[in-house]
């Protein structure tokens, strides 16, 4: 799958490296890989039973069963559930990665006939799976997606992008990692914004000053996803809503930059 910017994210060159997993044709669903399980809590984790034969006829369900299939792990039934490629992707992620997913949501996308799910973990990992509708209801539904590790950028306006990002994609692992609690309830606050655009300002402390300007035209093209079902941070979506030009200054720690936590605070202006 290549790399993508839908599920609220809009092309922020965080610079992420995507470890892509490629679409694959259907098998008998062996393998010889093994994967173990993290000792780290996980946040509501998709916790769903993996023995259940049957093969769901709805994307979501779906792409949850592989996840906890995965996670669990069963291999055998994470086999029935998706293609060669996507399984042994899956199972040679490094780390690997910690393994308490929760959904964001599935967004379909109806030329291509599919559904693509995204899943964050306890760390901040982000995960995509594609589901192929044709499938539904057959072994080997998901036929791809793709994995985002989080990552620290050194650099604050790619920092301050990056945490932008997590927030429309509804990543709320990955803002606790890159942000104190007070910027994430700034971002909570704000109106229906459109794409941002980022640069440095003077600042009168030890903090690196980045401003974020958001464009106003926003659009249900360009926002065309609501938060999972659970309470998220990310933007209002509300067809009514009226889009309003919106500034918000962030205070950057530079000696945390690189490292979790490096935005401290965050102040919107709406002019």
């Known amino acids: 799958m290549a790399a993508r910017t839908g599920h609220g994210q809009r092309g922020l060159g965080v610079g992420a490296v995507l470890l892509l997993i490629a679409a694959g044709c259907t098998g008998d669903g062996s393998g010889d890989a093994t994967a173990t399980t993290a000792a780290t809590p996980s946040p509501s984790p998709v916790d769903l039973v993996t023995d259940d034969p049957h093969y769901p006829a ?44 929760r959904l964001i949501d599935c967004a379909p996308d109806e030329p291509a006939a599919t559904t693509e799910c995204a899943f964050y973990n306890l760390d901040g990992d982000q995960l995509w799976l594609t589901v192929e509708a044709e499938q539904l209801g057959d072994a080997q539904a998901v036929t791809g ?14 920092y301050v992008a990056a945490y ?63 938060p999972g079902s659970d309470p998220s941070p990310g933007p209002d979506r509300s067809p009514d809503a009226d889009p309003t030009p919106v500034v918000v200054t962030v205070s950057v720690n530079p000696s945390l930059l690189g490292e979790a936590a490096a935005l401290r605070a965050a102040e919107p202006d709406r002019t």
Do not use: C, H, K
């Open 58 to 101: 709805e994307a979501q369900e779906y792409a949850e069963l592989t996840v906890a299939a995965w996670a669990a792990p069963d291999l055998y039934r994470l086999g029935e559930l998706a293609t060669n490629n996507v399984q042994q992707e899956l199972l040679e992620l490094p780390g690997p990665p910690q393994r308490g997913w």
């Open 164 to 226: 932008v990002e997590a927030w429309q994609a509804g990543n709320q692992a990955r803002m606790q990692a890159l942000g104190a609690d007070a910027v994430a309830t700034t971002f909570g606050d704000l109106p229906p914004v459109g794409d941002p655009s980022y640069r440095l300002a003077e600042s009168t402390n030890a903090f690196t000053t980045v401003v974020i300007d958001f464009d106003p035209a926003a659009t249900d093209d360009e926002a065309d996803r609501s």
């Open 145 to 158: 997606g793709g994995f985002d590790p989080i990552a620290f950028p050194d650099e604050p306006l790619a």
